[in-house]
Structure formats: C-alpha cells, structure tokens
C-alpha cells in the first residue's frame, strides 16, 4: 500500500516539474515585442507618449497624450518588427543603455494598461518584465520622428 502511495507521489512530482520547465522554456523563448504589449485596438482608449528627448509638460503626466488609435496603430506596426527574449533584472541593468528611454502607456476600457519603458536593446513591460531586443536596437531616430510628429498635434 505504502509503495503505491510512493509510486503516485513520484509520478505526481515528475508531472508538475514537466509543467513547471514548460511554461519556464515558453517564458524564455524569443517572441514579437508585440505580442507582449497588450494592444487592443477594439478596446482601446488612450495612449500617453514620453521620451527622454524631451521634458514633460508641468501638471501633465506625459510628453503628449490622444485617444486616437492612428498614433498607437502607428506605433505598434513600427514595433512589430522587433523580437525580444526575456531576460532577468540583473541582465536587464548590465545592457540597459544609460540614454534615453521612451515610454509609452496604452489603455483600454476592459484590460489592464501597458506600461512600457524602451531603451535601445531592451524593454520592461511593468510590472517587472524584462526583455533583451534579440534584432535591435531599436531604432531611435524613427521613434525622435514619431515623437516629433505627434507631439506637435497633441501638446
């Protein structure tokens, strides 16, 4: 009887840590950057722009904000060409670039925002996601023009 306790309670922990080193090689695996930022454009109500370019205007809490998708749209066609992987705090701190970092946040009606914080070869999706741009660095210039384009609509 106690041998076939055994055997099941083996058999029980064999099954979680098959699971457990599953969902750890899906979280490891490279991705679309996209495909991690939440972007629902059926729900979509705003999107909040800052970079280091440029400052905040006093009592705002971005560069620019809208509620039209055209600029989020926009945004995440251009960052859909980039994979990342995820990568630990640690790692994230020895390759985040000490320039500048772009932010942006997405919020919608029915779903968490997304809290994005870019630098050149690496992201933090908040609340303590961290990825290394495996096809980066991003390009900076392309987001100075976006940044430039919108921020003279949306001050």
């Given amino acids: 009887m106690k041998s076939k306790k055994v055997k ?3 058999i029980g922990i064999i099954i979680l840590a098959f699971f457990f080193s599953l969902k750890v090689i899906n979280d490891y695996r490279e991705r679309d950057l996209i495909s991690l930022i939440n972007y629902k454009p059926a729900d979509f109500l705003s999107l909040g722009f800052t970079s ?16 039209d998708k055209e600029p989020t749209d926009e945004l995440m066609e251009f960052l859909s060409q980039y994979s990342v ?7 994230f701190n020895e390759i985040r670039e000490s320039g ?40 900076i210039e392309w987001i100075r023009k976006y940044n430039e384009k919108y921020n003279d609509l949306y001050e």
């Fill in 85 to 91: 992987k995820k990568i630990n705090e640690e790692k």
């Fill in 8 to 10: 099941y309670l083996v």
């Fill in 52 to 67: 280091d370019m440029n400052e905040v205007p006093e009592g705002k809490g971005f560069e620019w904000f809208t509620k």
């Fill in 100 to 139: 500048e970092r772009i932010e942006f946040d997405v919020y919608h009606s029915k779903a968490k925002p997304s809290i994005v914080w870019m630098y050149g070869n690496s992201v933090h999706i908040l609340v303590g996601n961290y990825y290394e741009i495996t096809n980066g660095p991003i390009d």
